[in-house]
Nanobody
Framework: QVQLVESGGGLVQAGGSLRLSCAAS????????MGWFRQAPGKGREFVAA???????YYLHSVKGRFTISRDNAKNTVYLQMNSLKPEDTAVYYC???????????????????WGQGTQVTVSS
C-alpha cells in the first residue's frame, strides 16, 4: 500500500533533541493516519504518537509535552520532534501508516498497513 523510510535517529545526551522523519511513497499519503512506535531491547512494540488525516494528534502519556508529531502532505512526510530526551526513550523507532485515517486506529496498531524499517535512538545519561 505504502512504503515508509525513517531517518534522523542517532546518539544524544539526556536533555537533548532529535527530529525523526518518515518519508512515504505513493499518492495516497494524505488518506492515511500516521504514527510512531518504538521498541526497546527485550520489550514489546510501544505506541508513541499518532496524527490523523485532519492533523488531530494523540500521544503516549510519558512523551506528552516533550514529543510533537506533525505531517507535511506536500512532502509525503511525517515527523517526530523529540525534546528533553531521557535514557528511557532509547529504542528503535518505527513509522506506521493506517488506512482508516484516525488516531485511534493507528494507536491500536490493529489495522496498520505498513511499517518502516526503523531508526535507532540512543540517549546517554
Amino acid at each position: 500500500q505504502v512504503q515508509l523510510v525513517e531517518s534522523g535517529g542517532g546518539l544524544v545526551q539526556a536533555g537533548g533533541s532529535l527530529r525523526l522523519s518518515c518519508a512515504a511513497s505513493g499518492r495516497t499519503f494524505s488518506n492515511y493516519a500516521m504514527g510512531w512506535f518504538r521498541q526497546a531491547p527485550g520489550k514489546g512494540r510501544e505506541f508513541v504518537a499518532a496524527i490523523s488525516t485532519t492533523s488531530s494528534t494523540y500521544y503516549l502519556h510519558s512523551v506528552k509535552g516533550r514529543f510533537t508529531i506533525s505531517r507535511d502532505n506536500a512532502k509525503n512526510t511525517v515527523y517526530l520532534q523529540m525534546n528533553s530526551l531521557k535514557p528511557e526513550d532509547t529504542a528503535v523507532y518505527y513509522c506506521a501508516a493506517d488506512r482508516w485515517g484516525n488516531t485511534v486506529a493507528v494507536a491500536s496498531s490493529a489495522t496498520v498497513d505498513s511499517w518502516g524499517q526503523g531508526t535507532q535512538v540512543t540517549v546517554s545519561s
